[in-house]
């Protein structure tokens, strides 16, 4: 089973309009050389703050690169100040929306069953989810990350079932890799991976086998490779390196 690989970048509450411009110009320049078939090699993705992305969607136009968005509310509208629905980010040409990122998870209270309802509004929609699952140091230290990935993984694909197919992808990252300079080792990222691939595979048979699982927390060009070189790792997202379009291009080319 062969698995496009997927880079995503994460700038969080990071960068204007201008500068998802700026940006977007200096990145199509480093990827310029590889893009000839570039995407049926690596997929690529960047996820601005909301104010960026029309912007950077009509800076990126024409280059196969994709747009993705960082959050999203399960209703389609209503009341609900300072919210964003899945029919803005379709009429914007986002191709993926983060969901349950953990920063949303621990600094915005969302929820397992909060998650869930956002993964499940997005059935039918254009814009697929990437939902980011991971463990926080003390559950890790208690010997808990299956289980906890586990759970926030099971909440989800008991809302949607297999209704999002492979469009489901999934990131695993772990809370205490997250801005710390401190990555998961290749290989306990792997056991991670293939621990919520097995359960995939349960739940969803074949397609499980299609879904990708990224990794995140920590990722730049000097150990992107050595983590995408695993069997179960199909991607990356990337927050703080990929707000230096020279070090976010260098890991979608060196492993592309
Ligand atoms: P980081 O963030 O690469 O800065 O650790 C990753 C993320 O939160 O998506």
């Known amino acids: 089973m062969s698995r496009l ?3 995503v970048a994460n700038w969080k ?3 204007t309009p201008d500068e998802a411009a700026v940006y977007a110009e200096r990145f199509r320049e480093r990827m310029a050389p590889h893009a000839a078939d570039l995407d049926r090699r690596f997929e690529v993705a960047i996820a601005p703050p909301f104010p960026a ?3 950077l969607g009509r800076a990126l136009s024409g280059s196969g ?4 968005a960082q959050n999203v509310h399960p209703e389609l509208e209503g009341a609900f100040t300072g919210e964003v629905s899945r029919g803005m980010l379709e009429a914007l040409g986002c191709r993926y929306v983060l969901v349950g990122h953990s920063e949303r998870r621990q600094l915005f209270g969302e929820d397992d069953a909060f998650v869930a309802a956002k993964v499940k509004g997005l059935v039918g929609s254009s814009v697929r989810p990437i939902l980011c699952v991971g463990e926080t140091l003390a559950e890790r230290e208690r010997d808990a990350t299956l289980e906890v990935v586990g759970r926030q993984l099971g909440c989800v694909l008991d809302a949607a079932g297999d209704a999002l197919g492979s469009r489901l992808v999934v990131a695993y990252e772990p809370i205490w890799a997250i801005g710390t300079g401190r990555t998961a080792t290749p290989e306990l990222a792997q056991d991670v991976h293939a621990g919520l691939r097995e359960r995939l595979v349960d739940r969803l048979g074949g397609i499980g086998r299609e879904i990708r699982i990224l990794y995140g927390g920590s990722v730049k060009p000097a150990n992107a490779g050595e983590l995408l070189a695993r069997p179960d790792i199909d991607g990356v997202l990337v927050g703080g390196a990929s707000l230096d379009p020279d070090a976010f291009a260098a890991i979608c080319t060196e492993n592309a």
């Open 65 to 68: 690169l994709a747009l993705a």
């Open 53 to 55: 992305l029309d912007r």
């Open 5 to 7: 690989p997927l880079a």
């Open 13 to 15: 509450m990071h960068r």
